[in-house]
């Protein structure tokens, strides 16, 4: 079956000018699958013209990058800012297959265009609002990672990896399975396959290691000293306040322990309160952070949203009042 969607996503973009490119704040596997699968259409295609487009690259991932030329210095990290539109046939998008999360090279309306659009993916699509949308696009919500895609095509069509190459899969797939948590057998099948090319894991997670700042390190430490707990049954919430990395404090208090974590900071007349939830919790409550937050934000001064177990909100006025809406609707849900 895969072979078959392999071949004819193959035979058409054999010939084709080719954008590929991912969704805006590039991380590992949108940036390892991109590069790979370029090299594989170098390798295959007896004549190419690729192009690679990235819009903003998140800072972890800037990191990485920086890890991995120590490690291959000759490796070539380069992609075309700007593209002449009238030379690309096909676009080609990896990494997810929603057209508003693509940041496009400027002068690149996707709207106005009629250049066929592809996606190579491997989130689960929801009903296809996008425009131009190809039948070949390769959309496999069973893997784990896109990295994992662009393997198997390797794979199925001989295209031999060098080192680097293998590397890059590797640190895709790992990222985006969350260290096989969010994997299955195959996952692990195929990192062994590509270890087997007498490749060190233990230099693979030193790539990965995401140092924090030491103040970013602060401010979990001074999150973790000042969260209160609240309980409400089997659930724990932990709520606590910084001047920083909302974000990564409010994940570090699920990592702690807690079903729910709130990291909020204020600054003059502003506040930012970061949210994050286990899978668990939101499984069995039917808890949704990003429609709480969207919908507080529409009865106050502020912009929010998010995932089911990820959410943020900005707004201005006195954070106390918007902190307790929020953990009233939340408690609320967790006793339902
Ligand atoms: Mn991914």
Known sequence: MIKANFEDFL???????I??????????DGLVSCHVLKFFFNQYFE???IFLHFSEISKSTRKFMAKFAERFPSFNFLFNKD????????????????????GFP???????????????DHHHSNENKNINVNLNSLIFDKYSSTAEIIFELCKEFKV???????????SGILTDSGFFRYGNNDTITRVSKLLDQKLDIQEIFLMLNNDNSISEKIAKIKGIQRVKLIREGPWLIGVTRIGSYEASVASILIKVGFDVGIACSEKKNEYRICTRANKKVCLKTGLHLGKILEELSNQCEGRGGGH????SINGK??????????KEKIVKILNK
């Open 308 to 311: 089911e177990g990820a959410a």
């Open 317 to 326: 006025g006195a954070l106390a009042n918007i902190l307790d809406k929020i």
């Open 19 to 28: 954008l590929i490119t991912t969704h805006n704040l590039v991380d590992i």
């Open 11 to 17: 035979a058409f973009l054999k010939d084709k000018k």
């Open 47 to 49: 004549k190419s013209e």
């Open 160 to 170: 031999e990896l060098k080192d680097p190459y293998n590397y890059l899969l590797i």
């Open 106 to 120: 400027k002068n690149f309306d996707m709207l106005d265009l009629k250049i066929p659009i592809v996606y190579l």
């Open 83 to 102: 593209i002449d539109k009238s030379k690309i046939d096909v676009v080609l998008i990896l990494d997810t297959n929603n057209l508003d999360q693509v």
